[in-house]
């Protein structure tokens, strides 16, 4: 995390006097960022910078869906299962996805290459399906664009 | 009703709209510089007040009553905060404000925010939202450069600060009280009110929390007076919405309506009717949350509050979903309930029970392994919840459920005695 310091001092002085438990999300997005997930001596050196409580930041780590404390894939697919996806499409996407990849949602790839996960509404809804690779909207998927674009992912 | 004047949707969206000089272009921060050099907050406040808006975010709560509440001379520090968190499943209206017309949020939000004398203000934005955040991070560091952030804004003693804040991934932290309890970096959970949000908020100060597309409205309201504002949509709920338009629906997307808009002109004209002329089922008016009405219901109807609430539904978060004939409402439902128990926080046991409970049913109905009883149990869960948790969640479930037991019952009793959807367990529509 060390590394990670001088961006969190800057962090820091964007917020009001006493607003030190606020910077605990943000220090883990930007700690998973760097490194896929946030590992145990994370925590500790987070709770050494904030002088929060440990139990906060497991709680915070266990409540936000997002948040991971193992490594996954190279490539994380989500896939949304929510109503307006699932009226134009999702779920054949999902299942499409799984037998591609040959894994079920919530598994990896055993290259490490792809893992892959169902997500609710991302408010992507009027261009249903809608699928997250990393951190990028693929909108208006078919099974056949997702073929190809999972081809260009190494 | 003819017109369908725009307030928020009146510039061609091309490549570099969003940017600050595009904005300027269209005469941004204008009017900022009239609120803080001819206005007092008390008059911004007035003028607000005057207008009429009301909250765009679910729950059409009056903007003027809620900033109201705010003592300008207790001598403590307000935080703002807008609810950039759009997770009620069907809305993406906010996305559009926050990709296409980013300084117009940031700039409603400095009248706001001196009109509520705001040292310290935040936009709390979902997690999962990329382009929505770049765009939000790059106009407002554009705003610092230009000096509409800072100290000494324009020349004048006014000073503001503004931080981004992005969630992590939980719907219930799109509830007022759960987003500040996030923002304080904890577990988004909801808070028992009274104390209400605006005595005791973010760090127990005085906090107003506003919806996007509410606050955006600030500049058009301040430029051109209250009384334009109320020229527009309907008298009881002045100006416009922003409609985010799903599901089998030929055009999708985002629409400015005027309030009082007719319904069925804007499915089939504005937005080009349902795929291969099929018949209007249901519509879901404002985010899954709201309760479903049939295509009969919805066919007379204006787009105001004031006539959904009186066919026993809502505008609510204006996220509209459409489902076309032939859609399976059991399947549809099992859809919502797993959604719901999903993101239960868990602090209140109703909820966290009953959502566990209702979407057990559900899935047992839709694996063929329906009992009689189980249509009266999803009624009975649905009921435990209504005004027994700290926040709407439970509630809002329990709507969702009831409505669309109450309009297609037979669909359920069909399935759990034939052990087979009616509808052939369609979610899609196959034009």
Sequence with gaps: ?154 | MAKNTKLLMTFPVTPTSHTLADYRERGGYVTLDKALREMTPQEVRAEITASGIQGRGGAAFSMGRKWGVVNLNDGQPHYLCANADEGEPGTFKDRWILEEAPHLLLESMLIASYALQVRHAFIYIRGEFDLPYRRLAGALAEAYAAGYFGEEILGTGFACDLVIYRGAGSYVCGEASALITSIEGKRGYPRNRPPRLTVRGLYQKPTVINNVETLSNIVGIIAHGAEAFKQVGTTKNPGTRLISISGHINRPGVYEIEVGYPWAKFIYEDCGGIPGGRGLKAIIPGGISTKVLTGEEVAPLNLDNQELEAAGSSLGSGGMIVIAEGTCMVRLLQVMLRFYHHESCGQCTPCREGMGWLHRIIDRIVAGEGRPEDVDRLYQVSKLNDGNTICGMGDAAGYATVGILNKFRNEFEYFIEHKRSLCDGNLECHA
């Excluded at chain 1, 990670?4 to 009001?16: I, K």
């Excluded at chain 1, 998973?32 to 930041?57: H, M, N, W």
């Excluded at chain 1, 169902?118 to 809804?125: H, K, L, N, P």
Aim: charged letters at 25%; hydrophobic letters at 40%; aromatic letters at 8%.
């Design chain 1, 1 to 154: 995390m060390k590394h990670l310091l001088p961006e969190f001092d800057a962090l820091r002085a964007r917020f009001p006097a006493g607003f030190e438990s606020s910077l605990v999300l943000p220090c883990l997005r930007r700690m998973q960022e760097d490194q896929g997930f946030v590992a145990d001596t994370d925590i500790d050196a987070l709770v050494a910078y904030l002088g929060v409580p440990r139990i906060q930041v497991e709680e915070v780590l266990s409540f936000y869906t997002q948040f991971r404390r193992k490594p996954i894939g190279r490539w994380h697919i989500q896939a949304c299962r929510n109503v307006s996806c699932s009226l134009c499409g999702g779920e054949r996407i999902i299942e499409h996805l799984a037998n591609k990849l040959g894994i079920r949602p919530g598994q990896t790839t055993s290259d490490g290459r792809f893992t892959l996960s169902t997500v609710e509404c991302v408010a992507s809804c009027g261009s249903a399906p809608v699928v997250l690779i990393n951190d990028t909207y693929h909108e208006r998927v078919s099974p056949e664009q997702l073929d190809a674009l999972l081809e260009t992912l190494a």
